[in-house]
């Protein structure tokens, strides 16, 4: 009897070992596949590298986090916290399991002046240099999280209705979102006030985002290699002097253009059927 009751617990143990190490690989696995299908559009705390060093530099000890749901301007009436803009990537979120990112639309990122998320970061991977003005001092205005893009189709200002829902809630108001006059040629009579994102000032703060009155916001922030383009350092803006300098100070050879037909020589390329 004492030896059937032993092979039971045995049993009962090893059944037990094989279900929880079959849950810790699942885990695992949902973990390797969030991560393998982490997006790129993902938006990084103030000060932030470019991705691919903020990734190796972050060591994932969330005190940015913890810095932004703690500072001072974050509490409810009643002296709670409110929940803070920088979230930790946990499996399911798509984006690297541990590293800091926000979304506008649940909480934007506020531009504290004393910026907390910044210091407390002791790897390096929020670089506060970045975010120093011409005084040494800090400054959240410097800040290139990401940057807004308006949608035009969707953005109800370019149909002639009124909204500048994202001009004012922008903390740059008349720097980084400006309103263009338009005249509206279908009623003759009324005027078009266009947004217009200037991205040398944008710190893709994501407030314009949360502001928008849309279904689905039409302004929105990605990351600025997302959302910029680059004309290439062969193109000279013969109206900048700087620029001309710039290019004139360079030998013919040293400009490189690198896209898919620049290795080729031009007759075989023109000549080619072009594939699409
Ligand atoms: S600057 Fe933005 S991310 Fe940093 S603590 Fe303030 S609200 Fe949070
Ligand atoms: S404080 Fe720095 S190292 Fe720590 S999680 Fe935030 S960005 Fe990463
Ligand atoms: S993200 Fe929007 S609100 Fe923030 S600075 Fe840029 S335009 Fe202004």
């Not at 699942?26 to 596949?33: A, D, P, Q």
């Not at 103030?46 to 749901?69: R, S, Y």
């Not at 803009?85 to 946990?90: N, Q, V, W």
């Not at 100070?249 to 898919?260: F, G, M, P, V, W």
Request: charged share 25%; aromatic share 6%; net charge negative.
């Amino acid at each position: 009897m004492a030896n059937s009751d032993n092979n039971r617990r045995k049993f009962m143990a090893t059944t037990l070992q094989s279900v929880g190490l079959t849950a810790l690989g699942g885990l695992l696995w949902s973990g390797y596949c969030d991560e393998a299908k982490a997006s790129p559009l993902v938006l990084r705390p103030p000060g932030a590298l470019q991705e691919d060093d903020f990734l190796k530099a972050c060591i994932k000890c969330g005190l940015c986090a913890e810095a932004c749901v703690n500072r001072e301007s974050n509490k409810n009436r009643d002296g709670t916290q409110r929940d803070g803009t920088l979230k930790m990537a946990k499996g399911g979120d798509h984006k690297l399991i541990g590293t800091p990112y926000f979304i506008p639309t649940d909480v934007p990122c506020y531009m504290c002046d004393d910026i907390p998320c910044v210091p407390v970061c002791p790897s390096g991977a929020l670089d506060m240099k970045s975010l120093l003005n011409e005084k040494e001092e800090l400054d959240i205005n410097r800040a290139k999280m990401g940057l807004a893009v308006v949608h035009k189709e969707s953005c109800v200002a370019f149909w002639g209705l009124q909204c500048d829902a994202c001009y004012r809630a922008c903390p740059l108001l008349d720097e980084a979102i400006t309103l263009e006059y338009q005249k509206n040629e279908r009623t003759g009579k009324h005027a078009f006030l266009l947004p217009v994102v200037h991205s040398n000032v944008c710190t893709g703060c994501g407030l314009c985002e949360k502001a928008c009155i849309t279904e689905k916001p039409a302004i929105f922030v990605l990351p600025r290699e997302h959302s910029m383009g680059k004309a290439g350092d062969h193109y000279v803006k013969g109206w900048d002097k700087k620029d001309q300098q710039r290019v004139g100070d360079r030998k013919a050879d040293e400009i490189e253009t690198h896209n898919e037909r620049s290795d080729q020589a031009p007759s075989d390329y023109l000549n080619r059927e072009i594939e699409y």
